[in-house]
Nanobody, 127 residues
């Protein structure tokens, strides 16, 4: 059974940094794609970033380019989201998901592309 566990959320002032982790278990994920989404209060869940576990190609939402970086450790089945220059608008619950590889970028920018999700971790940025 696939399980995803996020960690690393917390509270930070605007301009600060946080690093999230997502540890996956239940199978080998080398050919998969791991994605990060977030849900802000009163809003729908939106795409943040994704990384192909094979090759490390990354995709980002426009609003995080240059501020957030996704990386992976295949040996640990873990992906990371380094978030710098955080803004109040980044306040949300952040979720990681896992999707089968082999599809185009557009698939991984949609929730429907993912089969499993973690429980989420809260990120709060105060201005």
């Amino acid at each position: 059974q696939v399980q995803l566990v996020e960690s690393g959320g917390g509270s930070v002032q605007a301009g600060g940094s946080l690093s999230l982790s997502c540890a996956a278990s239940g199978r080998t994920f080398n050919s998969y794609v791991m994605g990060w989404f977030r849900r802000a209060p009163g809003k729908e869940r939106e795409f943040v970033a994704a990384i192909r576990m094979s090759g490390g190609i990354t995709y980002y939402a426009d609003f995080v380019k240059g501020r957030f970086t996704s990386s992976r450790d295949n040996a640990k089945n873990t992906v990371y989201l380094q978030m710098n220059r955080l803004q109040a608008e980044d306040t949300a619950v952040y979720y990681c998901g896992v999707a089968p590889g082999g599809s185009s970028e557009s698939v991984y920018r949609r929730e429907s592309g993912y089969d499993y999700w973690g429980q989420g971790t809260q990120v709060t940025v105060s201005s």
